[in-house]
């Protein structure tokens, strides 16, 4: 199934992310699309917009971009700044000094709002709703409506094969991704959501792509297209 594997080496606190790493096509531009690195831990009044990084969550974007032996192309990152950082941090340790791309899709929801001002019960039931196409509780917005921005943007550059694009975002975007490819499930107290640094490996075009997650591949020919 895997024609000229990669043995890229990647370090991860996700197990199967390295493993995953090893089985990837070396003549193909990769996609990580990732969860920023650990943050401090939730301010009192909500905000979370200046969150950054907290020293074993710099230690470990440094040893991620330490470890990988492929080539690296480009840097993308949501536009809040413990995103970014994390991506500088990867950059930093990879020995790069390299521009990062913010996009607004990695950035917003579409059903943020209503997820936050509306339901006002936190973030899971608006997932487990999503996940179950359950409109009521999501106020009419579906996991396709919340998913397409986000594989749009990640397949709008094609990238120079060879080489390993680095996506830096939130858990709920991951979460999106893994619900609208792998069926993840997660529960109304966030059970199986997805860790820091966790993320999917893509590769391919927006009409025949493949994606990696927790040491699954599939294989998808014009999804939702």
């Known amino acids: 199934m895997y024609a000229k594997i990669t043995t890229m080496k990647f370090y991860s606190i996700c197990e199967t992310m390295t493993e995953e790493a090893a089985k990837l ?4 531009n990769i996609k990580l699309f990732m969860r920023h690195s650990i943050r401090y831990d939730n301010p009192v009044n909500g905000d979370y917009s200046n969150l950054l990084l907290t ?26 700044e413990r995103c970014k950082q ?14 990062i791309e913010e996009c607004p899709e990695y950035t917003m929801l579409v059903g943020m709002d209503y997820a936050s001002k509306v339901l006002g019960t936190g973030w899971y039931p608006y997932f487990y709703a999503l996940q179950r196409g359950d409109l009521g509780p999501t106020g009419g917005v579906s996991l396709r409506d919340e998913a397409i921005p986000v594989i749009d943007r990640i397949f709008s550059d094609k990238g120079k094969d060879g080489t390993l694009d680095i996506i830096c975002s ?7 991704l893994a619900s609208a490819l792998f069926d993840l499930k997660t ?21 025949d792509f493949t994606a990696a997650w927790r040491g699954e591949f599939r294989e998808f020919k014009n999804f939702w297209l």
């Not at 966030?190 to 075009?205: A, D, K, V």
């Open 55 to 80: 020293p074993e969550g710099i230690e470990i974007a440094n040893n991620i971009g330490k470890s990988i032996d492929m080539p690296i192309g480009r840097f993308y990152s949501s536009s809040v």
């Open 25 to 28: 096509p070396s003549d193909k």
């Open 187 to 207: 529960g109304m107290n966030g059970e199986n959501w997805c860790r820091y640094t966790e993320g999917l490996f893509l590769y391919g075009t927006r009409d």
């Open 170 to 176: 939130h858990d709920c975007h991951v979460v999106i």
């Open 86 to 99: 994390t991506a500088r941090e990867v950059a930093r340790g990879a020995g790069l000094d390299t521009d």
